[in-house]
């Protein structure tokens, strides 16, 4: 199982930009499709973005234009580029593994907030 510690977080004023960014251990991290969820209060937890081992992304819609997903295999690290936050898109942000999920092994995250 991948481990993950996300890290980038902050408050952020609305129309400003943040990156995160997911460290993850072990040898065979270019392998695994990288997501990144989102969980804001009193809500579920819900899928971001996605990035395959060979480097396809998709988004959800509410973040399509304004967020990009990307990877560096060399440092085991998947990226979120946010641009243009709005205070919706203040929540607790995670990245896991597909098989992560499954297990319900899940990171710390890390926090955005988003001001108006």
């Known amino acids: 199982q991948v481990q993950v510690v996300e890290f980038g977080g902050g408050l952020v004023q609305a129309g400003g930009s943040q990156r995160l960014s997911c460290a993850a251990s072990?040898?065979?991290?270019?392998?695994?499709?990288m997501q990144w969820y989102r969980q804001a209060p009193g809500k579920q937890r819900e899928l971001v973005a996605s990035i395959t081992s060979g480097g396809s992304t998709n988004y959800a819609d509410s973040v399509k234009g304004r967020f990009t997903i990307s990877r560096d295999n060399v440092k085991n690290t998947v990226y979120l580029q946010m641009n243009s936050l709005k205070p919706e898109d203040t929540a607790v942000y995670y990245c896991?593994?597909?098989?992560?999920?499954?297990?319900?092994?899940w990171g710390q995250g890390t926090q955005v907030t988003v001001s108006s």
């Open positions: 896991n593994t597909a098989q992560g999920v499954k297990i319900g092994y």
């Open positions: 072990g040898s065979m991290f270019s392998i695994y499709a």
